[in-house]
DNA sequence: CTTGATAGTTAAGCGGGCTGAAATATAAAG
DNA sequence: CTTTATATTTCAGCCCGCTTAACTATCAAG
């Protein structure tokens, strides 16, 4: 019998942040990238494509905020502005091909110690672990729609 | 069969990154507090006490920035300096308890979305997660150790 | 006691992000 | 056409954290 989930979880994610945090913050400093800049790309990949003031208010800033940060994402190359035909005050989002890179190597910088961690499993508790995790992206997926 | 367990910790910790960043952010724009400072309060946290020094190695800055960034944290009263009598070039840094609490509060921050999702699991779920979770728990003490 | 190494602090300067307010452009209503 | 609302941008001013460099305090070796 294992512990509640509620102490696991606690235990797990207090791992998980000491790790991903640390190795999230070198990698934007090697990078010479802000953590409010990952924060927005990772917010623009996760939406698809929004408008300025959504982005603000996903991230809790106003939009004059958003508008320059933006700015400075464009500027790198990173994301695009275009404007929405049916209505010309709005503008649409997206990443370039480099922006999606970045979220990718931001993921992959945060979540490596755990990659390292799973290969050291025997394939027994592998096929156990992956198939808890499936259960929590499934009802997390479920959740969100 | 479960999809292999490299692929599902990637899609895992997609889904964890965008929650727990997201809220953590949110959290600290809420309490006032930047992300270096609750990282830094993180690390005291986790290596019980250090030096000023190995603070700043562990954030990846110089040890100037730790310690300016140390002296917030002693205005506010979440941490303390005190120096080492066997050596008086050292210091320590430990959290007060105030400092704890703000760690604690971060991470309930942080995984308050996970608990909901938990909660809707069905019991024998709960179980299978809990025991996964585990193992990995498990593993990442040993590699740490 | 002097020399040199080590740990930490302080100060100046730089760039970043945030806010509030003003400005611009577009759309919708009367 | 005028008025009002909406989406975004620009600007000034502020605070924050980082770095380099200079400085202080302490220790250890000769």
Known sequence: MSPPLNQTLHEWMRVVMRHSMRNFMLYAKEKNHSLAQLNALLRIHHKGTCGITDLGE???VTSAAASQLLEKL???GLALRTEDPSDRR???VVLTPAGEQI???GMAARQGWLEELAERL???EQEQ???ALQIL???ANQLES
């Open 103 to 105: 979220v990718r190597e």
């Open 90 to 92: 709005n503008k649409r």
């Open 122 to 124: 025997p394939p027994a």
């Open 129 to 131: 672990v992956s198939a």
């Open 74 to 76: 464009v500027q790198q």
């Open 137 to 139: 992206i499934q009802k």
């Open 58 to 60: 996903e991230m809790g």
